[in-house]
């Protein structure tokens, strides 16, 4: 093995196991947009030195698989997709807080697929499960100390054990560094067959003989770790109280038993699955859980005390939550034959559902809240990539499991091998399940495109990737047109990366100044929106918070700089202007400029018919956001425009008939 394939090698278990472990208190969001990050070094590190391989070869290195084509076809749609989106820039870089299913982000995990098909060998694949399951264990017993009252999230961040550095209440509900309940349950299920995998393999419960001797012990101290971590992980899922992800989990074990009963017939082992199932039910109703409620019928079931969208916390009204959503979704889909075909555009979701937001959302308790992903990641393709995006995927998924069933009925495979990908395959299949009633996350997609090569290398140690030989003028076009860019795009990396820093900092000392008034926070804030400006121009959502910035220091210099108060008038409107043309229909941005300008008509009257127009304009967008016309409201009758001000008043109450704000303001209004 070259000295490539090692770096090669490194740099995936390095993806395996950091992606899930990274988050970082000093991001805007903490946990995806630093696993995007690394993602996406690492898949720049590795396809270099895949580059690199073929140059010190001087062979082009490249192993066919029958997934090539379906993967080519589903990253074309995306690309068609992206060039008709109503924001291009979403679609290409994805949500700015999720990321992943963005155009870059779903090249990254195709690229990583080739590169891992073409450079791993059998042994490297198994290092690769070695460095997965035991990035699992860590975050395992991370979640398990959250679970007790022990965060080393807040150790890390404040120097003391505890849990009281969450707002969420991460003891009932534990996430560890994946940052919520749910995804730490797909992750969890996806590779949680892996140990049983191990176990199964190497020693037959219904064995009464124990080896004896130094391997005997080896054999049997191995056995016991598989058992523990497989113990370790499903208790974990159990703290998460995922109720998605113990149906995964069901669904998971059909596929893992089944196969491992049908398939492997000479490996029967009855003694073996009733163990497995007695240690599943002990767990079962040893911890609380949404099954063992179901199953004992618990009439009063814990609290919910965890915060955040019920969506993703749980609890009795997220099913009907995630109806009024899927609704959305499908009236997205509906709604043009642009849309039927080609959907809104990748990732544009959280655009495009305010258009199409059922009225029925405005009784729920999550009224208020974005949502920028369709709680089904199939509708979700759906509705921002149409059918043609949405067939496309489901070819794909359809190649790859297509991969599984192929590679466990190869006779050629060894019977350890099979049992690895009988694994591999049940944690696949849970992945589907969980993307059912929520949306893949950075690590989870990654295991989505990486088990089935998994898959496909462990059945394939004797067969070699195609060489193909390259001439000296094509060694220098790599060179210059692969390795440099390389570069370059770590750099740019690093600025995005630096950019976030200094906009959540930024976000943090707005939100003390809006605390405490005190001045020199909003200065301090204006300068690293500033900063993060200039590393990122192109980030709408960082062009918005600055106009916000500069229109409260404006606000504050009004009095006694009014030159400087002028300037940053003038600065804030630019800032405004430069976010809305980077992403015209979404609705938080009209929304932050009307909030901007009524900041500026401390200064200059005239700005309050600016807010009035970004608000008309929202209200466009999003014409079931109650909000909305009773802000609008607000600034007209601000405006002397009472009339007008209590249609919009009215309206609001139409939209949300309990909504106390548009009532107050109507009753102040009656003569």
Same mark, same amino acid.
């Given at each position: ?21 990274? %988050? ?301 959503? %899927? ?344 003569p």
């Amino acid at each position: 093995m070259s000295n490539w394939q090692k770096v090669i090698t490194l740099g995936f278990c390095t993806l395996f196991i950091l992606v899930p472990l990274i %988050w970082l208190p000093n991001t805007s969001e903490l946990f995806e947009f630093n696993k995007i990050i690394v993602t996406y070094i690492l898949t720049i590190i590795i396809v270099s030195s895949w580059i690199g391989r073929c140059i010190a070869e001087k062979k082009f290195v490249f192993r066919h698989t029958p997934l090539d084509i379906p993967i080519l076809i589903f990253l074309l749609s995306t690309l068609i997709s992206t060039l008709f989106s109503l924001d291009i820039h979403i679609s290409i870089y994805g949500y700015y807080s999720r990321w992943n299913g963005g155009l870059l982000s779903l090249l990254s995990y195709t690229l990583l697929y080739w590169a891992f098909v073409s450079n791993m060998t059998r042994k490297r694949v198994v290092l690769s499960i070695q460095c997965s399951v035991f990035s699992a264990v860590i975050i395992a017993i991370y979640g398990g100390l959250e679970h007790f009252g022990w965060s080393p999230s807040c150790l890390f961040t404040r120097g003391s054990w505890g849990v009281d550095c969450w707002v969420q209440d991460v003891k009932n509900r534990v996430f560890a560094t994946l940052g919520q309940p749910n995804w730490l349950a797909a992750y969890l299920i996806a590779l949680i067959w892996v140990p049983m995998s191990a176990l199964n393999s190497k020693f037959s419960f219904d064995k009464l003989r124990i080896p004896s001797g130094i391997e005997g012990e080896i054999r049997n101290s191995k056995q016991i770790l598989n058992l523990l971590i497989f113990i370790l992980l499903f208790t974990v899922l159990l703290f998460t109280k995922s109720r998605s992800g113990l149906l995964a989990f069901g669904v998971s074990a059909v596929v893992f038993w089944g196969l491992y009963f049908w398939k492997l017939e000479k490996l029967k082992n009855y003694l073996g699955f009733g163990i497995w199932g007695l240690i599943i039910a002990t767990l079962i109703f040893s911890v609380g859980n949404p099954l063992r409620n179901l199953i004992t019928r618990t009439q009063n079931p814990e609290p919910k005390t965890s915060q955040g969208p019920a969506l993703e916390v749980g609890g009795t009204e997220s099913g009907s939550i995630r109806k009024i959503v %899927w609704t959305g979704a499908t009236r997205i889909w509906k709604s043009s034959i642009k849309n039927l075909i080609l959907g809104t555009g990748t990732e544009t979701f959280a655009e495009a559902y305010y258009q199409f937001r059922p009225i029925e959302h405005n009784q729920t308790s999550e009224w208020e809240l974005l949502y920028n992903k369709a709680h089904n990641e199939f509708l979700n393709y759906l509705a921002t990539t149409g059918m043609l995006g949405l067939i496309s995927y489901l070819v794909l998924l359809g190649f790859m499991a297509w991969i599984f069933f192929k590679t466990i009925n190869d006779q050629r495979m060894t019977t350890n091998d099979n049992y690895m990908t009988v694994a591999l395959l049940a944690g696949w299949v849970s992945i589907l399940v969980t993307n059912f009633w929520g949306f893949s996350v950075v690590i989870v997609q990654l295991l989505l495109f990486l088990l089935p090569a998994m898959a496909i290398t462990l059945k394939s140690e004797s067969r070699r990737a195609e060489e193909y030989k390259l001439g000296q003028g094509q060694i220098f076009a790599i060179l210059l047109f692969a390795l440099t860019p390389a570069l370059l795009l770590l750099y740019s990396i690093f600025r995005y990366f630096l950019a976030d820093v200094k906009y959540a900092t930024a976000l943090n000392l707005i939100k003390i100044f809006q605390t405490t008034g005190q001045p020199q926070y909003v200065l301090s804030a204006y300068q690293q929106y500033t900063s993060a400006y200039t590393l990122n121009p192109a980030e709408p959502a960082i062009s918005s918070e600055l106009a916000v910035a500069a229109g409260y220091l404006a606000n504050s210099l009004n009095q006694t700089d009014a030159t400087s108060a002028g300037q940053l008038a003038q600065i804030a409107l630019a800032a405004s202007d430069k976010a809305i043309a980077t992403s015209p229909h979404h609705p938080n941005y009209y929304k932050s400029r009307a909030r901007t300008m009524i900041l500026l008509s401390d200064i200059d009257t005239n700005y309050l018919s600016l807010a009035a127009e970004a608000l008309a304009k929202a209200a466009q967008l999003s014409p079931t956001d109650p909000r909305i016309p009773f802000n609008l409201g607000i600034v007209e009758n601000y405006m002397g425009a009472t009339p007008s001000a209590i249609l919009n008043f009215k309206k609001s109450l139409e939209l949300k008939p309990d909504f106390a704000d548009p009532a107050k303001q109507l009753q102040e209004l009656s003569p």
